[in-house]
């Protein structure tokens, strides 16, 4: 694969957006596999933060078809991205983009448990939640408008 600059990743993104529009699933799956790829071009040691959102859009696909499938697979993997995201995206450093995957995650765990019979992930779906909203409440407090 060609090395990506960053048009193409906008062009990938734009593409992953339509195909989950259309809910086109092989549009979906081809797009996981390209993410993949993707990750090998901005690996975690020299562009940690390109490596952590490449992984946050990781999440994506396959949190869309597990949303349209029966099965936990693709949400697990999902779930797997997200959390791999947020190792190199803590709160104190990047907090929008922390809250950002934090409420994937959220989404992906909430979806995970409505298709499981045990609640353990709805349990941590909610934990998942509570410091996103403190977060995203506390980032756009009219206080911090004015720093």
């Given at each position: ?135 995203w409440s506390a980032l756009s407090s009219p206080r911090n408008a004015m720093d």
């Amino acid at each position: 694969m060609p090395e990506l600059n960053e048009e193409a990743i906008q062009d990938l993104n734009q593409r992953w957006a339509e195909a989950e529009m259309r809910g086109d699933i092989a549009a979906l799956k081809e797009s996981i596999e390209t993410w993949h790829l993707v990750l090998q071009q901005r690996p975690r040691d020299r562009v940690p933060l390109d490596w952590a959102m490449t992984q946050n859009n990781l999440g994506n696909a396959p949190e869309r078809l597990g949303e349209r499938e029966s099965g936990t697979t693709h949400l697990t993997e999902a779930v797997a991205a997200y959390r791999a995201a947020l190792e190199e995206q803590p709160r104190k450093r990047v907090p929008l983009d922390w809250a950002t995957v934090q409420n994937n995650l959220g989404d992906a765990l909430t979806t995970c448990s409505r298709l499981e019979a045990s609640g353990w992930r709805r349990r941590r779906s909610s934990a998942v939640s509570r410091p996103i909203l403190r977060s995203w409440s506390a980032l756009s407090s009219p206080r911090n408008a004015m720093d």
